[in-house]
């Protein structure tokens, strides 16, 4: 069964604290990708990988860190530097180049 | 990258065909216009892509005029379970080019 993993569904922190977030892709893609989505809001782009061990920031990527060490794995690491972090998180991954994107099913990070 | 303007919210019937049209003036020659649909606490699934003219396939047609500045996704016969959120992606999903979401359009259905 092909796709992508996020653990866990649900996470709650303390502030103050890093938190790490879990993706992993069995998909084969080269690119992978983390989003950030807010209540009532649209996607917004933290960061991006295209091949192992390259990434790039995306539009809101203050707060946050990641790695690319491994094609299948792309964690994300949202540290106590964000100062909003408590939001839906997703990831996704891409195949060829302008093919489509395969989400994961998303952690909820509730930070208090 | 070439943004995209989508209405916020729609309501629509059950049975009834929806159109949503997405703008996109500022489209590149190499842009591929993309369709996502989200579920709420879920990620988006991708629903259909297209370059021109006219593209379908089980879940949805796409309509793209000669000119490429808009276009336009209709859903068949809708039910309640279409429900959702429709995001109009415009890009060439090259090595450089950042996929970007906007806020999308709130699809309601009716009973």
């Known amino acids: 069964d092909g796709g992508i993993t996020q653990s866990p569904k649900y996470l709650f922190r303390k502030e103050g604290q890093n938190v790490t977030l879990s993706c992993e892709q069995n998909l084969n893609h080269d690119a992978m990708y983390w989003y950030r989505q807010d209540p009532g809001q649209g996607l917004r782009l933290i960061y991006y990988?295209?091949?192992?061990?390259?990434?790039q920031k995306g539009d809101i990527a203050e707060g946050y860190s990641v790695s690319r060490e491994k094609k299948e794995s792309f964690p994300l690491t949202v540290t106590s530097a964000q100062k909003n972090p408590t939001a839906f998180y997703l990831c996704a991954s891409t195949g060829l180049a302008g093919s489509e994107q395969y989400f994961g099913p998303g952690t909820r990070l509730t930070v208090t | 990258l070439a943004k995209t303007t989508q209405p916020i919210s729609m309501d629509s019937y059950e049975g009834q065909e929806v159109n949503i049209t997405c703008s996109h003036n500022n489209i590149a020659t190499n842009d591929y216009i993309t369709w996502y649909q989200q579920f709420p606490s879920q990620g988006p699934r991708f629903i259909i892509q297209g370059y021109k003219t006219k593209v379908t396939n089980e879940v949805a047609s796409l309509f793209i005029p000669a000119d490429r500045k808009s276009s336009t996704l209709s859903l068949p016969r809708v039910s309640l379970s279409d429900t959702a959120v429709y995001y109009c992606?415009?890009?060439?999903?090259?090595?450089?080019?950042?996929?970007?979401f906007g806020k999308g359009t709130r699809l309601h259905i009716l009973p």
């Open positions: 992606l415009v890009g060439t999903g090259n090595r450089d080019d950042k996929i970007i």
């Open positions: 990988s295209q091949i192992v061990n390259d990434f």
